[in-house]
């Protein structure tokens, strides 16, 4: 690689986490309406036009208050924590499979499931390195849930996997040309959904914010430019899972106008949720992991992999 293309590369890196920052601001922007027209009333209008200058006028109130650390903290890991979360999730964003050639390689799936199996370790010593009890009980049940909906979330991937044959996202643009995803296994969407919405930590699965027992949860002892990062690198991966969804579930090609138009709407119907349900009880929510997501996805990882094996022995007739 030469200088030229190394430029190239950071030039292009930099350009995409610009526009994942934008699009973060924006989606602010769209919970905020969406659940103030849900609660019957306006969402933020005082701030230019129809208030859409709001997010970033929230973004110069963070970065500019104060910032604040407890005393009795571990300072090195409370402040690097939420910087290297918010790294976490814009590296995820290298494994879509650009069609321009990018940054794509034949590992994005090894690469998904590393950074998303990361981020449950920056939210752990964000709670820990606090020394709250409120924060470090917030840090451990995240990290429980993280932890139990990874298990069915790399197991509904593995079944996809098998199918296609290969770890390179670019794998479900092709095999969707004819039928989505969606269509052979809808169970498996909706499954997927529900875990990434515990995996982003959402309503109705926020036990890690839970207002009413833990005062905000891992996140309480944070502020201004800390707070700030915890809260984009959330927003960030839910517009990660919502393309991932897209790409997996709804066709999967990126370069089309209609692409962009499922992730708005994914998108949507996590805020949707949000304005909808009430929160889980917490045994609740580890009985639908353990006993309800675990045992459908290994029923579909075998009924995949026989699908495969029947369509191989069918070939080789």
Do not use: H
Request: charged fraction near 10%.
């Amino acid at each position: 690689m030469n200088y030229v293309e190394l430029l190239l590369l950071l030039t292009s890196s930099l350009v995409l986490v610009i526009c994942v920052m934008v699009g973060v601001a924006f989606l602010t922007l769209l919970e905020r309406k969406v659940l103030g027209y849900i609660q019957i009333r306006k969402g933020p209008n005082k701030v230019g036009l129809s208030g859409i200058p709001q997010p970033f006028c929230d973004a110069i109130k963070l970065f500019t208050k104060e910032q604040t650390y407890p005393l009795l903290s571990n300072y090195t890991s409370y402040y690097f924590s939420p910087i290297f979360s918010l790294f976490l999730s814009l590296s995820l964003w290298m494994c879509v499979p650009y069609l321009v050639g990018f940054f794509s390689f034949n590992m994005g799936v090894l690469f998904f499931l590393c950074c998303t199996s990361l981020g449950a370790y920056t939210v752990m010593i964000a709670g820990w390195s606090s020394n709250s009890n409120y924060a470090l009980l917030g840090g451990l049940r995240s990290v429980a849930q993280t932890i139990s909906y990874e298990v069915s979330l790399i197991l509904i991937m593995l079944s996809f996997i098998f199918m296609i044959g290969s770890f390179n996202f670019l794998g479900f643009y092709y095999y969707q040309n004819f039928v989505w995803f969606v269509v052979l296994s809808f169970p498996l969407g909706l499954i997927w959904f529900v875990s990434s919405l515990a995996e982003t930590n959402r309503t109705p699965f926020d036990f890690a914010e839970g207002e009413s027992e833990l005062v905000s949860g891992f996140n309480v002892e944070y502020s201004s430019g800390g707070f700030a990062l915890i809260f984009l690198s959330e927003y960030s991966s839910i517009l990660f899972m919502s393309m991932l969804f897209s790409m997996m579930f709804l066709g999967g090609m990126i370069s089309s106008l209609l692409f962009f138009f499922e992730l708005v709407f994914i998108s949507f119907s996590f805020i949707w949720v949000r304005g909808t349900l009430p929160r889980f009880r917490y045994d609740k929510l580890m009985y639908l992991a353990w006993k309800c997501f675990l045992p459908l996805s290994l029923n579909y990882i075998m009924f995949f992999v026989g699908l495969k094996l029947f369509c191989l022995s069918v070939l080789c007739m």
